[in-house]
């Protein structure tokens, strides 16, 4: 949301009210520091608390019990129990609906599109592939003092506690996202079913802008990423949110309402690195290469970036060929990164899977290639690297080692030997001149072939990156690299 989000359209982006001082880093860099500190050890700690018990999954949905019944042992979470709740306007709502229109599945989900008013569709959807759409009660009553935002902010803070009054049967979770908002609905499965949902949580992400997350608030899971919440606290909010509403009229968007209601119920924000707000402007690449080891939930403000696949006309494009590929063939992996290398002809090779490679000359360490390289400006369009809420680097230190990007291209299941295949090409561009004499990929390396086994369970274990290794190419042809990516095996590591 905000200066930020779609719904209030492009005009808005940019124009943060409070006014940007150079003095100010000063002011927050210290604390900044500290809460650094202290955001990292809750993390540690929350993901320990989080993965210990879960270490099979099926021990831990064993330990789930029925409140009604306590004998009755309950199934593993899926997507019949997660209800969607999806912010829309009907201003924006050609353009965005074919962002849902990428992931949703009409035969598979339960969910709504909250709009402002009735649409010429609004007795159609199901046909088109896209949930059913819902007009949001009148909300006139309640006050709203932001200078810039825009009153729609009240109503969509409330979808979550509409969607809970609708009384739908076996719903464990809640989840809301904005109408550009892309779920990858397998790993948002994967990542709930970790959750006791007969308990309260708020689990979601923060901004990529670390300004975004001082203006809002570090606990406050921004919305465009989407976030999730459990029933019984549904059930809270809901019971409490119409009075908690007309207590913060001065608020600026819906994603900080809730943060404020959910600040009063004393129930924390569980962070999870699989939501993705994505407040840049540019191109996702840099981030994509190197996303956290963690499952892929969402993707947002695709609008404001450019196609995550260079040669899509559009974004929704883009992403239709990720999803029908990579994200249905083996959705646990998708962006998964993995680091190998060339040591013949001194190459580092970095891939996610899915998505794209990265070939640089030389041999650049682990720790170096797990950062994400700035291809992407921050919310307020500068290159700012202490803007993020994250390690990042440059594109290149030395205009030799630019990257070598090679995009997917096909992706398919080898059922003979029970593997995906997945082709990437080369993206050749303009590139700085550059003296070394090694071998230079622009030149001979023409395309990638990766297998990669589907690993449903990829997320049951504990967190680890996969292992590359590369392969002989037959008759020793130099055009094509062929990789092979799966678990690391006993004693096998990304040695530089
Ligand atoms: C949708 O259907 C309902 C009930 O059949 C009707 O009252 C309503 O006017 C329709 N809406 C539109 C926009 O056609
Ligand atoms: C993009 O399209 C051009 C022209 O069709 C083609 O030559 C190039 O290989 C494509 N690049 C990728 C990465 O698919
Ligand atoms: C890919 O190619 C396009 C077209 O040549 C170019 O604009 C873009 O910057 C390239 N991307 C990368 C990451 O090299």
């Known amino acids: 949301m905000k200066y930020k989000n779609g719904l209030l359209g492009h005009k808005d982006i940019g124009t943060y009210p409070y006014p940007l001082r150079r003095r100010l880093v000063l002011y927050i860099l210290l604390p900044m520091l500290s809460f650094y500190f202290l955001y990292t050890l809750n993390l540690l700690l929350s993901s320990a608390n989080h993965r210990q018990p879960c270490t099979t999954s099926t021990a831990n ?33 050609d353009k965005r609906k074919e962002y849902i229109k990428v992931w949703w599945q009409p035969n598979r989900m339960r969910g709504f599109v909250w709009l402002d008013k009735p649409i010429g569709e609004f007795n159609s959807t199901v046909p088109l592939g896209l949930p059913m759409l819902r007009v949001s009660s009148d909300t006139s009553r309640f006050l709203y003092k932001h200078r ?8 969509l803070s409330r979808i979550v506690a509409e969607t809970h009054r609708l009384s739908l049967p076996n719903v464990r979770w809640y989840v809301m996202g904005d109408e550009d908002t892309v779920f990858v609905p397998d790993n948002l499965v994967r990542t709930l079913a970790k959750f006791d949902h007969r308990q309260m949580y708020y689990i979601g992400s923060n901004s990529e802008s670390h300004l975004q997350n001082i203006y809002f608030s570090y606990n406050m899971a921004f919305g465009g990423g989407g976030f999730a919440i459990s029933r019984p606290l549904a059930e809270a909010l809901a019971s409490m949110q119409d009075g908690c509403l007309n207590r913060y009229p001065v608020l600026y968007g819906s994603d900080d309402r809730i943060h404020a209601c959910m600040a009063e119920l004393g129930v924390p924000l569980t962070r999870h690195p699989g939501f993705h707000q994505y407040d840049v402007y540019g191109d996702l690449l840099g981030l994509l290469l190197a996303h956290p080891v963690a499952p892929l939930i969402s993707l947002h403000h695709l609008n404001v970036v450019r196609p995550i696949f260079p040669n899509s006309s559009t974004q929704a494009v883009a992403l239709k060929k990720l999803f029908a590929g990579p994200v249905r063939l083996d959705s646990a992996s ?29 041999i650049m360490s682990p720790r170096e290639m797990e950062m994400p390289i700035r291809t992407f400006l921050n919310w307020y369009r500068r290159a700012d690297y202490t ?17 070598y990007v090679y995009y997917m291209s096909e992706a398919r299941f080898d059922a003979a030997k029970r593997t995906t295949v997945t082709r ?12 070394w004499k090694m071998f230079d990929p622009a030149e001979m390396l023409d395309h990638i072939i990766v297998y990669k086994k589907p690993d449903p369970g990829l997320w049951d274990r504990s967190p680890r990156r996969n292992c590359c290794r590369i392969l002989a ?9 062929h990789i092979d990516v799966g678990v690391c095996r006993e004693g096998e590591f990304s040695q530089i």
């Open 334 to 362: 998708v962006m998964q990164q993995s680091i190998c290398y060339d040591n013949v002809n001194q190459l580092t090779v970095s891939l996610s899977w899915g998505f794209a490679v990265q070939v640089v000359r030389g």
């Open 61 to 93: 949905h064993l330990s789930f019990t029925d409140d009604s019944n306590p004998n009755t042992k309950f199934t593993q979470t899926g997507l019949q129990h997660i209800v969607f709740g999806i912010a829309a306007s009907t201003r924006l709502w």
């Open 424 to 435: 990437y090409d080369l993206n050749n561009t303009d590139r700085p001149a550059c003296q």
């Open 148 to 155: 810039q935002g825009h009153r729609s902010a009240i109503r």
């Open 473 to 481: 190419t037959p008759g020793g042809d130099q055009s094509s690299m």
């Open 387 to 403: 803007a993020y809420t994250f390690n990042s680097r440059p594109v290149a230190r030395n205009p030799c080692q630019k990257p």
